[in-house]
């Protein structure tokens, strides 16, 4: 039984080096002290004084600078913790930088305020004045129906660490108190944590293993469900709070005005994928409990790999030339940030006790991403970290195009990347190989890790998500029990009788963080719609698509996402892509089904 290690005893070569943000903890308290002199001048400055364009004009210069600086105080801080969350000096730090940040929000509050109480001819003058202030004052005329107060607005700002106190509460709960002690299979005994389940023991081949780590985990995880309930619902009472505060009919359309999207797209993700990719994903499932012999399918089988035997392992060096080859097709430069991030320590490749479940990309504006991954030398790593250099690569071009307003796309978007990532990382792994057993791993892998997890596991996220918000909107508590109640529904009507749900399947929605980043799970699979379509497009269409497609990355969240997407050739005010993709999926499991007939016939 292996115990995690601690973050101080891992090696240091395989952690992100944070000295281009900071040098020290000390450095950025520093920064902290400083913006926050910034920020009380820029207040004392500005604020009742927007009577010109000029001055309005030089209002905005300043708050952009304080915002560059500000981003890169709180990346630092953030990732401090994501390294460790039992950091007691990340705890500490990560408090400063909340109190800031709650100053920037509440001190800064009033310069949309006054702006928007102006005609909109003057807003239209400040764009004509300073033309890459278009996208900003553009923004802010969309939000101009649902602004308050300039005092409620203030009020509402200076609460913003409160706001997000939810979240925090979450990830201590879920990375700091719960203790998963240890489980026997086969007469073995195995640590259990959150990166232990997450990083192999949930998909391990070993059916013994797999379900009593399974079992394990879910009886750890009910103990704390009515605490993470209550947190959730901190959460939920704060988002029905400020959409009916705003006056949004629901807090979906709340949440999708963020996103500059309407409730058709969103509605149309969760229902078309729910119906008509389930039959798929049913005839996979049985396909694996076909080729593992299993007596039932369970719902703790469902991410294990179809053939691990033909999993290579594979270590951080050799990872990079997988990378390189199937992203080369992108260009000299995009190359040359992939290098860069190994050669400069960008990524965090190890497990230590206290790190940040799942795998994420931060890229601050003024500096370069940072990866955070669980490094397990199993093949498909590559996979996930061809998806972070996804996200990498679409904001180191926005970054360096855009102004900080422009450089982040909607959500609806923001997948899109990091999901053509991994598709052109299978398509090259799939035309440099003639092993059947080797492209039905592959195959596989792109089933169970691009399109299970994002178009499966976030999708189901979404429509549990769904269900909730129109229970809040009925001004309706949630409790761990009605939440164990949809999460199970869901489920059950996606698998039907094909998967058996076992219990524990229903406290899933322990697990995610995204609940709290507003309507983030179903863009998962929107972004994967766009992915499949514009990889099927480099794939025919070579370099006149890359060269598209890097039009798109740089454009970052100056457009739309309905005209991002028209940039990449690809319409999605229809649902011809979504249903494209769902038929490709249905492709991959006809040749899954296919090569296991030719491999074991």
């Not at 005893?9 to 900071?22: A, I």
């Not at 794939?539 to 990355?553: C, S």
Request: charged share 30%; aromatic share 10%.
């Amino acid at each position: 039984m292996s115990e995690l290690q601690n973050r101080q005893d891992v090696d240091v070569n395989y952690t992100w080096d944070l000295d281009p943000l900071f040098k020290d903890d000390k450095s950025c308290e520093a920064a902290i002290d400083s913006v926050k002199q910034k920020i009380d001048s820029f207040e004392s400055e500005f604020e009742g004084r927007l009577e010109d364009v000029g001055t309005a004009v030089k209002a905005i210069d300043s708050y952009r600078e304080i915002l560059e600086q500000f981003v890169l105080i709180g990346t630092y801080s953030n990732l401090r913790l994501s390294g460790d969350r039992g950091d007691q000096a990340a705890q500490k730090l990560g408090a400063l930088v909340g109190n800031a940040g709650t100053a920037l929000s509440s001190k800064t509050s009033f310069l949309q305020s006054e702006l928007l109480a102006k005609d909109e001819s003057f807003l239209q003058d400040i764009a004509k004045e300073k033309e890459e202030y278009t996208g900003y004052i553009e923004d802010m005329l969309r939000d101009k129906p649902y602004q308050l107060d300039q005092n409620v607005e203030k009020a509402l700002a200076s609460f913003s660490s409160v706001f997000s106190g939810a979240y925090d509460l979450y990830q201590k709960t879920k990375l700091l108190d719960i203790d998963f002690g240890t489980f026997t299979a086969n007469g073995e005994e195995y640590s259990l944590s959150y990166l232990a389940f997450e990083g192999g023991l949930e998909s391990n081949p070993d059916k013994e293993v797999r379900r009593a780590a399974f079992k394990k985990f879910s009886e750890s995880l009910r103990q704390y469900q009515h605490t993470t309930a209550g947190t959730y619902d901190i959460h939920l009472k704060q988002e029905k709070a400020e959409a009916d505060l705003r006056g949004y009919d629901s807090v979906i359309d709340y949440l999708l005005h963020r996103q500059k999207v309407d409730r058709g797209l969103y509605d149309r993700q969760i229902d078309v994928i729910t119906e008509e990719l389930a039959p798929h994903m049913r005839r996979y499932a049985k396909l694996l409990q076909k080729v593992h012999g299993l007596d039932k399918m369970r719902y703790e089988d469902l991410k294990i790999p179809l053939d691990p035997a033909s999993e290579p392992e594979i270590s951080v060096e050799e990872s990079r030339k997988y990378i390189l080859d199937a992203l080369g097709i992108m260009g000299e430069d995009y190359t040359d940030m992939i290098n860069r991030a190994y050669d400069e320590r960008w990524i965090d490749f190890v497990i230590n006790k206290g790190k940040s479940t799942g795998a994420f990309c931060s890229s601050p504006y003024g500096s370069h991403p940072f990866i955070l991954i669980s490094w397990s030398s199993l093949m498909e790593e590559v996979f996930v970290l061809a998806h972070e250099l996804g996200h990498a690569g679409h904001f180191y071009n926005a970054n360096r195009a855009q102004n900080i307003f422009d450089t982040r796309p909607s959500m609806y978007f923001i997948e899109a990347p990091s999901t053509m990532n991994e598709m052109l990382m299978a398509n090259h792994l799939l035309k440099n190989s003639e092993d059947p057993k080797f492209k039905r791993w592959v195959i596989s892998s792109i089933i169970s890790r691009t399109y299970y997890h994002n178009f499966v596991t976030h999708l189901l996220e979404a429509a549990y998500q769904r269900e909730v918000y129109n229970r809040v909107d009925n001004y309706e508590t949630v409790t761990a029990e009605s939440l164990n109640e949809i999460k199970r529904g869901v489920i059950e009507k996606f698998w039907g009788d094909d998967v058996e749900i076992t219990e524990g399947a229903e406290l899933t929605w322990m697990r995610q963080p995204h609940y709290y980043m507003g309507l983030y799970p179903y863009t998962y699979s929107a972004g994967l719609t766009i992915a499949t379509e514009m990889s099927q497009r480099i794939l025919n269409e070579g370099q006149p698509a890359v060269d598209e497609w890097l039009e798109v990355l740089k454009t970052g969240g100056k457009e739309t996402p309905v005209d991002l997407a028209k940039m990449a050739g690809i319409d999605i005010t229809t649902d011809a892509p979504l249903k494209n993709t769902i038929k490709y999926i249905g492709e991959l499991v006809d040749e899954l089904e296919q090569l296991t007939e030719e491999i074991e016939g």
